[in-house]
């Protein structure tokens, strides 16, 4: 009996460690390359007009996810590992004007859109200082918004997205109502 107490452990360690053997190495990178657009986009993708930014400074993180709870939001090196959708699209926010981004996908379907202003560049979410908003514009709390409040339908071509962002605002996040 002591044995197989023992070996319980061991075969834990074990198995975690065959499973961070078969997760892709962490990158920024994951993802970027599915989710680039062409020139003239015509195939399935989302046309999102980023709303309400705080200012021009840092960059704008776009990630698709499946649009379910165990995966929305999940480690992208588990889902590329799996075999799901992730996409990402970064771009340095643009100085003037309206804010345009455009990620493919890969068909007609439903999806989970997050939109991050990245205004420190760390490629992290830091809630004092980011600005954060989802496909469904969805109010905030304290944790991720459900999958199905963010669910989004793309077609067989460029499907126009418009998402508001939210910053910290007192002890929570919230869209400004002063917005650059």
Same mark, same amino acid.
Do not use: E, Y
């Given at each position: 009996m002591a044995r197989a107490w023992i070996m319980a452990p061991c075969?834990?360690?074990?198995?975690?460690?065959?499973t961070a053997a078969v997760l892709p190495p962490s990158s920024p990178e994951l993802g970027k390359k599915e989710g680039e657009c062409h020139a003239d986009e015509m195939?399935?993708?989302?046309?999102v007009t980023?709303?309400?930014?705080?200012d021009r400074q840092g960059d704008l993180k776009l990630e698709v996810y499946p649009a379910n709870d165990q995966d929305f939001l999940a480690d992208d090196n588990a889902l590329v590992a799996a075999g799901k959708v992730f996409r990402r699209v970064e771009i340095p !926010?643009?100085?003037? +004007? %309206?804010?345009?981004?455009?990620?493919?996908v890969p068909g007609p379907g439903t999806y989970a859109v997050m939109l991050l202003?990245?205004?420190?560049?760390?490629?992290?979410?830091?809630?004092?200082?980011?600005?954060?908003?989802?496909?469904g514009n969805p109010r905030l709390g304290w944790s991720k918004p459900k999958a199905a409040k963010v669910a989004? !339908?793309?077609?067989? +071509? %460029?499907?126009?997205?418009s998402i508001v962002l939210n910053y910290r605002n007192g002890l929570g996040v919230a869209p400004l109502s002063r917005k650059v």
């Open positions: 075969l834990l360690v074990a198995g975690l460690m065959v195939g399935s993708s989302f046309m980023a709303v309400g930014m705080k !926010v643009p100085q003037a +004007g %309206p804010v345009h981004m455009c990620i493919r202003h990245d205004r420190d560049s760390n490629h992290k979410f830091g809630w004092t200082i980011d600005g954060i908003g989802f496909s989004t !339908v793309a077609g067989v +071509g %460029p499907t126009p997205l």
